[in-house]
Structure formats: C-alpha cells, structure tokens
C-alpha cells in the first residue's frame, strides 16, 4: 500500500487544524445531560409564598379529579390513542381499571388502554410528589410596575419565604426571580429588586442559594445588558461572599431584534457569549413577540407560524451550544366560569366544556412544542399543570418503544466500535438518544428500570453521558 503524504507533513497538517476544532468543541458542546424542567410556573411576587408550590400541586390535583374522575374521561377529551375502544358505562370502566391495576407494566403494555391509563396515572402521582418543577417569582408582567416602597418591600418578602421555603424544602427543584429588564426606563428598578432580594435571602439563610436558582432578565435585545448583569453578578458575589460564577441567568427571546439585529444579523449567539457562561437558557415570550411582529391578541398564540420561525431560527442560532430552550405560555386558563358549590346542572356543564376546550388548547400546544424539540414551557395557573403533563407524559411514552429499539440498536454498534478501538465520533448522536431517556425519567414518563431494556446498565444511565458510556466500555474490554 503506497501513501503519498509524508507522516511528518501530514502530523503538521493536522495539528494545525487542531486549535479551530477545539475552539468549535469549546463552543458547541452538545446538548448537556442535565436536567431540564419540562416548564417554569410564574406568578407575582406579591403572591408568593413558602408553600406555593405544595398549594399548586393540590389545586391543579383537585381540577384533574373535578373534570376528569377516571382515566377515560381524559383519553376521550383529548383522544388519546385508544380512546375510541375504551368503555363509556361507569361500571366497564371501573372494571378496566381493577383490571389493569392488577397486571404488571409489561402486561399492561400489551393492552390497548394501556397509554392512557398509564398517562393519567402518572399525572396523578406526579402532582401528588412534585406538580412544580420549576418556579420564577416574577417581578416583572406578573408583578407590574409599582410605587418603589411596595416593590422593595415585596422584594424583602418573597426573599424570607423562599428561605421558609428552603428550610420547610417545600421549595420546587429549580426556582428564581424574573426582575424588571435592563431597557433605559426600567433598568435601575431592575438591579435595585434583584439587589434587596439576593442579599435579603442570602442574609436569612447564612449565605445559602437555593438549589438550582436563577435570574431571568426579560426583554434582552442587546449584548450590553448581558454584560451589565454580569457585572452586577460579580459585585453581589463579591459583596455577599458568593463564590465566584455562582449565579447563573436566563435571557429571554421575546422580541423581533433578539431574532434579527439592525444590521441582518441574528445577535443571540453574542448574547450567549456575552454571559461568559453564566447564562443557562433562552425562554420564549409568546406574547411580547408575536405583539412586536404586529399580530392582534386575538391570534396571538403559541403555534402561530411567527412563533414557529422565532424557534427554527433560536435552535439554529444556539443547537449543540447546550443552552436549555424553553416555549411560552398558554394564556387559555382551564377554569370554568361559574364558581360555587351549588351550581345547577346546567352551570356544572358550561364549567366541564370551558375546562376540557381549555385543556384541548393547552395539551396541543404542549404538544406542538414537544414535536418541535422544545421540551420545556411556560404555566401561569395550578390549573394548567394536568395538562402539561398530560402532553409530556403521552409524548414520551407513545415514542418509547421507538426510542429503545434505537438506543438499542446504537448502543449494540457503538459496543462493537469500542472493540475496535475506534473513535467515538458517534457519542453526540448517542447522547441525543440518552437525553430521551433522560428527559423521560426526570418528569416521570418512565422510570430507571424502564430504561434497562436499551442495554445499558442503571450505572450508565446515570453517568448521563454517553461518551463516558463508551469509554468505559472501551476500558473494561481492554
């Protein structure tokens, strides 16, 4: 076998490219195997309190149970697939359940309720154990602007509950502050509230965060404000004894220039780097945006086609970076109109049609986000929390079978690449794969033992990298 290029050229060659993939690594790093939040729930900052979360979980149970008392109801509402061979008479559905709690999760796999019965049941458990995920004490549309005196004092209060609520750990896993943006009007409000809250809170719990906190600033549009946040990030460090990168950020993508700047160009990825790594996420503001591309309230929703090219253009400005995306909100509540406990029948209807037309809008925008490779949303009420999960759950586990079969598959070929010593230049495609199982058993789709069928090991899984799957294969077969 003859070769034309000397090894001595050829090493030359190549390590000269070297610094420009390491400088592309460095930049695209790939989806990162942390946990996501499937949404974030806003709510005023007035309105918040230690045990929010807890009180939530109990409402958002109540509606499910109020219009939905069985697993068919739902499935038939949302016309899960299967619905139309489920039974309608009260008795049959009782029946059906006794009998599908009786049988093993492989044996229910194998009935054609099985989907359905399995996503209601898990919306069950989850708002029984952790209906909030995440949760962003808003000072900002939620709260409003205010006299100065109330928003200071606001601000001291919801400091004090959060860390009630860390010490209760009635907290969600991932909680922070939406403050007022850094726009000209606004910006000393802004720093003033995020000032009085941190040191407040980090004062009260002996310099302690929460886990998993951070600070949304709304209505970026210019590098400069990421900047300023930064710097202001290194004073309060500083000034409060904080580790230096302790506190972490998320931007919002919410107007037509975070999209396309002055001069054509998309400025999202000079916003990222302008965090010099603080920032975590870029979530989407349904309403500001589709409001700043002159779309009237009454078609300003989440799959308006606006909103679709804001997404396709934020995942290609920012894929592989490993920033989390997250859509909008539904501004739809499911919440009947008549209130009371002595409602006619006729009232009681009117209640049952708003709340399942409600959860109809949010499950298909849910899902439409879903399908889009958003896997992460807005939720303004308890009462839209079924819903959220109702889409979630039935996206991963209508996908589930598929997703094993290729993980699988990858996993069987990937084993065989290690053996040969190969590089794994796969490991990105893998770890795309891993991530749905990932994102699966951290909302609760499918547990761990569920995963086992891909050929990886409990350990592996929770390694939550692929590539380290790979080289530890590679090592135990020497």
Known sequence: MKLSIQESDKNRLLDSLKPANLAFQATYPGDKPDRQPVHTVYGGANLFKSDTCIRMGEIALKNLQTYSPNFVVLANVLQLDGYDRLPHLRKDIADLTDRLDSLSEAERRQESAWLAYSVYNKIVQKLQTEAVEDFRIDFEDGFGNRPDDE?????????????????????????????KPFTEDLKFRGVRTLDIFLSTLLEKTGGVLPDNFVVMLPKVTIPE???????????LEKENNLAPNTLKMETMVEATQIVMDDEGRN??????????????????????????????AKYQTMDHPVCDFAHHVTKVALGGTGIFLSDGATNVMPIGPHRGDDLTFEQLAENRTAVHNAWKIGYNHTMHSLINGFYQGWDLNPAQLPMRYAATYNFFLSSYEDAVFRLKTFVERAAISTLTKDIFDDAATGQGLLNFFLKAMNCGAISEEEALVTGLTIDEIRSRSFYRILEGRRNNNG
């Open 151 to 179: 928003e200071d004092a606001t601000a001291v209060q919801a400091a004090l509950e959060v860390a009630e609520g860390m010490k209760n750990k009635t907290l969600s896993p991932f909680i922070g502050i939406r403050i």
């Open 225 to 235: 404000q990421v900047i300023t946040m930064v710097r202001l990030f290194e004073i």
């Open 267 to 296: 400025p999202l990825m000079r916003i990222i780097k302008a965090s010099e790594g603080r920032c975590i996420a870029a979530h989407f503001g349904t309403y500001d945006y589709t409001a700043s591309c002159g779309i009237t």
